[in-house]
């Protein structure tokens, strides 16, 4: 139900009312999640998606109480969801501090230590500042080597993610990027490998793969040489927020979304290298306390779930007439 004057392209139908009816009674009613569900059955398929033509959007009835009626539940739904919609932006609020506290304990550990007496260096890096003074820096290709090892033949198709790392592709509904029906030229990755979105590491695309399978080539796969690093240790360095900032200052390209980091701008970071005990140290610390905040984070999300649920199921009852609005 449009509140303001203006246009609009020729997808879309416009329509008037015949009747006298509350406005804001029907707009709670289009948004209900059955009312949606029975158009979409009525819709016809094309190749981009659905068609909703007007002749079968006639044919869904609607319910029509009283204009009193409809009044007073558009004004119990506005109040009641208004309340809902503020309990979960309080919750969603939650979240986005609890997720930047975790990018902080990160950032924090992995360039500064657990020891918050220890004596600080100028690390030569201006993302990173001081590093505890007995802590080495290296060029990141001086600990890994590319690989350009394609697809073996019967491998998964992996993907990676900012808050999962590297998952299998199917493991999320979320993800729509289209797999090519080629998938020969994807590169292999194997448990223990470094990988990195070249087009998102200033987004922090970028993990330590504990699976073996294939990526697309808009990734980098590296091995690491020797064994001065611990591999979570360096999972969570490369993963810092302010090193994805240096990724972003170091990216390229015409749109922000499709910005490129070169290979070769990759291999000169420096990395910071505590002693290899201290790494595992950093690593422990940071399993168990990402682990619990992504518990708190899971548990909010479930609060959301269940909130948006209780709306929907809230909308429905009253602009069907399951529920009558209470009389004060």
Not at 44 to 63: C, E, H, T, W
Not at 165 to 175: F, Q, W, Y
């Amino acid at each position: 139900m449009s509140e303001v004057k203006g246009c609009i392209t020729w997808h879309y139908v416009v329509l008037k009312a015949t009747q006298t009816i509350h406005h804001g009674y029907y707009k709670w009613l289009f948004k209900s999640a059955q009312y949606i569900t029975a158009l979409q059955r009525t819709c016809n398929f094309i190749r981009d998606g659905q068609d909703l033509r007007y002749s079968n959007f006639a044919k869904v009835p609607l319910p029509y109480p009283s204009v009193e009626e409809q009044q007073a539940i558009a004004c119990y739904l506005d109040s009641k969801c208004s309340e809902i919609d503020a309990l979960m932006e309080d919750i969603q609020a939650e979240i986005s501090t609890l997720e930047e506290y975790k990018k902080s304990i990160i950032c924090e550990a992995v360039t500064k230590g657990l020891n918050p007496d220890a004596e600080l260096k100028d690390s030569g890096m201006a993302w990173v500042g001081k590093c505890p003074g007995h802590w080495e820096t290296a060029k990141f290709k001086y600990h890994f080597k590319r690989r350009t090892v394609k697809n073996p033949g019967d491998a998964p198709v992996l993907s990676l993610y900012r808050e999962y790392g590297v998952i299998p592709k199917d493991s999320r509904e979320d993800n729509h990027n289209v797999t090519s029906e080629d998938t020969s030229k994807y590169l292999f990755v194997r448990n223990g490998d470094f990988v990195i979105n070249k087009m998102k590491a200033w987004q922090g695309s970028v993990a330590v793969s504990e699976l073996e399978g294939i990526v697309s080539p808009a990734y980098y796969v590296y091995e690491f040489i020797g064994s001065a690093l611990h591999r979570k240790y360096i999972h969570y360095f490369m993963r810092n927020k302010s090193l994805a900032a240096e990724f972003r200052r170091l990216s390229g390209g015409i749109r922000e979304g499709q910005w490129d980091l070169a290979a070769a701008s990759l291999e000169n970071c420096i990395i910071c290298i505590p002693p290899l005990r201290e790494q595992q140290g950093i690593a422990d610390y940071l399993d168990t306390k990402c682990s619990e905040i992504d518990s708190t984070i899971a548990e909010k999300k479930k609060q959301l779930t269940t909130l948006e649920e209780y709306k929907k199921s809230l909308i429905y009852e009253y602009v069907t007439g399951k529920k009558e609005v209470p009389t004060l």
